[in-house]
Nanobody
Framework: QVQVRESGGGLVQAGGSLRLACAAS????????MGWFRQAPGKEREFVAA???????YYADSVEDRFTISRDNAKNTVYLQMSSTKPEDTAVYYC????????????????????WGQGTQVTISS
């Protein structure tokens, strides 16, 4: 069972960039599909981006063309590059892992992932 830990959160001015990292333990990272979710105060956790173990990448409409998800299997790490940030991107960002592919699975649903990190705070100031 893989474990994951996020890092890279912080305070950034609107329009700036930030890169989040999610480091996974274990030697089977390449057999996991990964996702990023976020939760703003008073709101439900929402899907941000996902990277399948087969190479597919998926984004929420709200971050399409601004955020980029990537994974480095040699480093057991998945990244979320955030650009052109907006105050509404402020949230706690969570990394999640799913064993296997997203085949016939709703990758936007938190219930599709079995392992979660503790989260990292991202604050975008206006």
């Amino acid at each position: 069972q893989v474990q994951v830990r996020e890092s890279g959160g912080g305070l950034v001015q609107a329009g700036g960039s930030l890169r989040l990292a999610c480091a996974a333990s274990g030697r089977t990272f390449s057999s996991y599909s990964m996702g990023w979710f976020r939760q703003a105060p008073g709101k439900e956790r929402e899907f941000v981006a996902a990277a399948s173990l087969t190479g597919g990448k998926y984004y929420a409409d709200s971050v399409e063309d601004r955020f980029t998800i990537s994974r480095d299997n040699a480093k057991n790490t998945v990244y979320l590059q955030m650009s052109s940030t907006k105050p509404e991107d402020t949230a706690v960002y969570y990394c999640a892992a799913r064993s296997g592919t997203f085949y016939r699975v709703d990758y936007t649903s938190s219930t599709s992932y079995g392992t979660w990190g503790q989260g990292t705070q991202v604050t975008i100031s206006s």
